[in-house]
């Protein structure tokens, strides 16, 4: 398996304009997860998919976000307007769940997008 | 609220000095706690998962361990290979980082 897969690596636009992130999960897994991280914040939850249904999105910052997940292997998180404040490392994650003492209940990170938001 | 905390922020060691990294957590129906390991511009590498108190795994110098509070993350005799930033993270549904703890070691 390739892994998870995010494009674009790195992404450079302009204040306003519209960002979309992409993710490919690993394939089988019941779970997707988008993550930001910061210098400041760290690695925080903006969302998270079971079974391609949202659900807990609590950790969006507002309305100017949104994530989709149309089948069980392509997610997309998109930034409207995008503002320089939104400028970090993106990274989605995928997970099966098999049990509570199953090791496979593991998150697999992809590469991560690097937004820059001028 | 649950909460996940990592000490120290950041952490210097001599190749061959050992040290422990914590993670301390409140949450309620603990479904797992994960170590990762973050190398610079990659994403996290998962390392050990952990589900009950008492619990030990290990791998190469590294061991973590468990109790109904907290969680070790053990070096033994680092080597400047093992220079990264280690995440600790606790999981019920969803999975929640603490802030890390950004290890350096000197040849």
């Known amino acids: 398996d390739a892994g998870v897969i995010q494009s674009p690596r790195h992404e450079v636009t302009e204040m306003g304009q519209e960002v979309t992130l992409r993710c490919k999960p690993i394939?089988?897994?019941?779970?997707l997860f988008w993550y930001r991280q910061t210098m400041m914040r760290g690695l925080e939850l903006l969302i998270y998919?079971?079974?391609?249904?949202?659900?807990?999105d609590s950790g969006m910052p507002e309305d100017r976000f949104s994530a989709k997940m149309p089948n069980a292997s392509f997610s997309t998180l998109k930034i409207q307007p995008s503002e320089p404040r939104d400028s970090a490392v993106y990274f989605c994650a995928s997970s099966p769940w098999t049990g509570r003492s199953s090791g496979a209940n593991v998150l697999t990170f992809g590469a991560g997008s690097r937004l820059t938001v001028l | 609220e649950d909460q996940v905390t990592q000490s120290p922020e950041a952490l210097r060691l001599q190749e061959g000095e050992s040290s422990s990294l914590n993670c301390s957590y409140t949450v309620s129906g603990l479904r797992g706690l994960f170590w990762y390991r973050q190398d610079p511009g990659k994403g996290p590498e998962f390392l050990f998962t952990?589900?009950?108190a008492g619990e030990e795994k290990e791998k190469e110098r590294l061991k973590a361990t468990l109790t109904k509070k907290e969680s070790f993350l053990h070096i033994t005799a680092p080597k400047p290979e093992d220079s990264a930033t280690y995440l600790c993270a606790v999981r019920y549904n969803d999975m929640r980082f603490g802030a890390g703890t950004r290890l350096t070691v000197k040849p």
């Open positions: 952990l589900y009950s």
């Open positions: 394939s089988g897994h019941d779970y």
């Open positions: 998919f079971n079974n391609n249904v949202p659900i807990d």
